[in-house]
């Protein structure tokens, strides 16, 4: 870059973004997703379908450990943790959970689901004690919101979802806090914000910038595979709308989901997409490509913290619009990743500069 392209080249300064939905994984992956996830947001709602899943107060505090000990030296960041809801959750459980002051959100994943589900709750009325003692704890229920009916659609289990559990739910828990995780549906869109304010969503910025389509350029693209999976434009659209309308009921959830390049080149692949390098530089694109960058704060900065009743954060992200390339693949042989834009452009980039954003031929050149 020279100097005159810096000095035309557009800054946006926005309080330091939170991710309100991330899978950080475990082991040796720990130190990448927690330096991607921390060089960009100050907070992230860590979820908990790890292998076994976190189910009780003291596994989640020893995640939170192994997290805190892959974190970069010079990086600010806390994780929040999370419960994975089972039919073993007890009010008990909730009650140390909260006390902790360290676990924010309870997972809810209907069995079968998606990745690591299996030990998730196929009758959600099996746990009426464990949800009205987060009731009264004011702990949120955050909700993987697709059937798992094999009669219904693939592309309607979010939109079946919210009319066959999410509504009578929300009746039956009349307070309840509820977050619907990355939706994907203009119906999701109008069902949450027409709801009562204790009800928030959280929107990816794959859901954002793609739609169905992306499945199939060309060929079967196992890259663009996440669940819920993508939906129609139109869809896209809704979401689009939702996410810069200003409405403090959503707000930034990358649902950033790292699977090894082998998983999800197979006959089988696993859902979900690594956006965890680029992400707020992609809902920066998003937002850019609206003429709504001014709404960029409101939904990454603050919304989420006022839901769960955190403070805003203080301290300050900086973002320059200078086109950099995402690498091809992160890693190398059967464990590399290949992550959200992978080999293509990004039009926004941090300020300072990540070391992993400079394209090693490592890293770019395969
Ligand atoms: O695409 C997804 N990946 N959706 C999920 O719900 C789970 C996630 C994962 O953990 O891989
Ligand atoms: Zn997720």
Request: with cysteine.
């Amino acid at each position: 870059m020279n100097s005159s392209e810096a000095e035309t080249s557009q800054r946006l300064v926005i309080p330091r973004p939170d991710d309100w939905h991330v899978h950080l994984r475990d082991g040796a992956l720990l130190n990448l997703t927690v330096a991607d996830t921390a060089r960009r947001f100050a907070r992230a709602i860590v979820m908990p379908n790890l292998d076994p899943p976190v189910v009780t107060t003291a596994q989640a505090l020893q995640y939170r450990d192994r997290i805190l000990q892959a974190l970069p030296r010079g990086l600010q960041f806390e994780p929040l943790m999370t419960l994975y809801l089972t039919l073993g959750t007890s009010a008990a459980e909730l009650g140390a959970a909260k006390s902790s002051g360290k676990i924010h959100g309870v997972k809810w994943y209907p069995a079968g689901a998606t990745t690591n589900s299996a030990h998730g709750v196929h009758d959600i009325r099996q746990c009426t004690a464990a949800l009205t003692a987060m009731e009264e704890l004011g702990l949120p229920l955050l909700v993987h919101g697709e059937v798992t009916d094999p009669e219904v659609d693939v592309f309607d289990r979010e939109r079946v979802f919210i009319e066959r559990e999410l509504a009578p739910l929300l009746e039956r828990h009349p307070r309840l806090r509820v977050v619907l995780e990355h939706i994907t549906t203009r119906q999701a869109v109008e069902f949450i914000s027409q709801a009562p304010s204790r009800v928030a969503a959280t929107i990816t910025v794959h859901h954002l910038l793609l739609n169905r389509n992306a499945l199939f350029v060309g060929g079967l693209r196992p890259h663009s595979y996440c669940l819920p999976v993508l939906k129609r434009e139109e869809h896209r659209r809704a979401l689009v709308q939702a996410a810069i309308g200003g409405n403090p009921k959503f707000f930034l959830g990358s649902d950033s989901a790292p699977h090894a390049r082998r998983a999800k080149e197979s006959a089988c692949g696993c859902a979900g997409i690594y956006s965890a390098p680029a992400a707020i530089e992609l809902y920066a694109e998003v937002f850019a490509a609206e003429g709504a960058l001014d709404r960029l704060e409101g939904f990454a900065s603050q919304h989420g913290a006022d839901f769960y009743g955190l403070p805003r954060n203080s301290d300050r992200l900086v973002l320059q619009q200078t086109p950099w390339t995402v690498p091809l693949q992160i890693g190398d042989g059967d464990a590399a990743i290949v992550p959200l834009r992978a080999g293509a452009p990004v039009q926004w980039r941090l300020v300072p500069e990540p070391a992993s954003a400079q394209a090693s031929p490592g890293e770019a050149g395969a």
